[in-house]
């Protein structure tokens, strides 16, 4: 992952949040080596580190002396230093945890809510958010983030369809989660969000370029470059659900026929009535020519197969990733194979979501990493 600091005074808000970062990838780590390693002055990196001390953030431990001397302190990451709550709302329905500085889900809950419209999920919300207050003492409580299915603010696609949240089209969503929580809120869409969370906590420890395939109650996706979500023009690129692949093929809420979505998501598998088994060996070619598609069109290190779906299902899918046929990424010096299934399936979003909140209150700011979901934060 790159994490690299900014010299602009106006970058300090994003440098708390690069050496936060570094420090919870590397730590216990010293002030020099975050210095090295984000390209920050060791004078900034000691200023932005005495702050994030004194606010409780951040650890510093004395390590065991290995020779003569007193040894340099290291710093680690607070886990309790703070938590934020993530939600993940699908068409299926809700789940809320509250997630700690480490990125850890300590307490989660989960209410099956099927379709569920504004009024009972935001009631819900609350509910679920004031019994994870309850359930664990968990110090300052810093936000509050979203996931929920985009694409976002596309007339005739958004909250349209049963892979959406269907007729929410008009409901103001970080006022209503504002309201439902009292905390300052957050909001991504959920291929995002759980490809954040990947990137934070799992896989995006060993990669930096790959494209996170989100198979949920829809089809997403997003290209993940350089460790960050590559966002396009308006912040929905990668939403592969809808990329015609059947000419003349099922009739689809968008109004095209033969998306991909159509065919493969869990909104599939469910219409279809089949076996996981037989389902997987039906949508093996839709599939393959899904992420060879992908492929030629992001060059990834790999495809990460990720999403809120049953795990056996995720992992009979992964077995399709045998016998890929010929792309630009059949090449002999490769890594990692070409799919791989994600770390954690289950909380991804959650805690991509939570690491929004993380994010906005240490960094109010607009910065460069992550931007789209801090012009959420500025609703
Ligand atoms: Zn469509």
């Given at each position: 992952m790159t994490l690299r600091g900014t010299n602009q005074e106006s970058g300090r808000p994003f440098n708390r949040r690069i050496v936060l970062e570094s420090i919870r990838l590397n730590g216990p780590t010293t002030r020099g080596e975050i210095a090295e390693r984000v390209g920050l002055t060791v004078q900034t990196v000691s200023t932005i580190v005495r702050e994030l001390e004194d606010q409780g953030y951040i650890l510093s431990v004395r390590e065991k002396p290995k020779g003569r001397g007193i040894p340099p302190s290291a710093l680690t990451i607070n886990?309790?230093?703070?938590?934020?709550?993530?939600?993940?709302?699908?068409?299926?329905?809700?789940?809320?945890?509250?997630?700690?500085?480490?990125?850890?889900v300590v307490e989660s809950r989960h209410r099956n809510a099927p379709n569920a419209m504004p009024d009972e999920a935001f009631a819900l919300i609350g509910e679920m958010v004031t019994e994870l207050k309850a359930s664990y003492k968990h110090g300052r409580l810093l936000?509050?983030?979203?996931?929920?299915?985009?694409?976002?603010?596309?007339?005739?696609?958004?909250?349209?369809g049963p892979?959406?949240?269907?007729?929410?089209?008009?409901?103001?969503?970080?006022?209503?989660?504002?309201?439902?929580?009292?905390?300052?809120?957050?909001?991504?869409n959920d291929m995002a969000a759980a490809a954040l969370g990947e990137q934070l906590y799992g896989l995006g420890q060993q990669l930096a370029n790959y494209y996170y395939l989100f198979f949920s109650v829809g089809l997403g996706g997003v290209?993940?470059?350089?460790?960050?979500?590559?966002?396009?023009?308006?912040?929905?690129?990668?939403?592969i659900g809808h990329i015609p692949?059947?000419?003349?093929?099922?009739?689809?809420?968008?109004?095209?026929?033969?998306?991909?979505?159509?065919?493969?998501?869990?909104?599939?598998?469910?219409?279809?009535?089949l076996s996981e088994t037989e389902w997987v060996a039906e949508v093996a070619p839709i599939f393959r020519n899904a992420v060879r598609a992908i492929e030629n069109l992001f060059d990834p290190?790999?495809?990460?197969?990720?999403?809120?779906?049953?795990?056996a299902l995720i992992e009979q899918l992964a077995t399709l990733g045998d016998g890929l046929t010929?792309?630009?990424?059949?090449?002999?010096?490769?890594?990692?194979?070409?799919?791989?299934?994600?770390?954690?399936?289950?909380?991804?979003?959650?805690?991509?979501?939570?690491?929004?909140?993380?994010?906005?209150?240490?960094?109010?700011?607009?910065?460069?990493?992550?931007?789209?979901?801090?012009?959420?934060?500025?609703?």
């Open positions: 886990p309790e230093g703070g938590h934020a709550v993530g939600i993940h709302l699908t068409p299926l329905g809700i789940d809320a945890a509250l997630v700690n500085l480490r990125g850890d936000g509050a983030g979203i996931a929920l299915p985009g694409p976002f603010d596309v007339e005739s696609m958004s909250f349209v892979t959406t949240m269907a007729g929410w089209k008009n409901t103001d969503i970080r006022q209503r989660l504002a309201d439902a929580t009292g905390l300052p809120v957050f909001m991504e290209m993940m470059h350089d460790g960050s979500v590559l966002r396009g023009a308006w912040g929905n690129a990668g939403e692949i059947v000419l003349d093929g099922e009739a689809c809420p968008c109004g095209n026929r033969g998306c991909l979505e159509r065919y493969l998501s869990l909104d599939a598998f469910n219409r279809r009535g290190e790999t495809v990460v197969l990720g999403g809120l779906a049953p795990p010929n792309s630009i990424a059949a090449r002999a010096n490769r890594s990692h194979p070409r799919l791989m299934v994600a770390s954690d399936c289950q909380h991804s979003a959650l805690r991509g979501a939570a690491a929004l909140a993380v994010f906005g209150a240490l960094s109010p700011r607009f910065g460069q990493m992550f931007e789209t979901s801090e012009r959420g934060a500025a609703a």
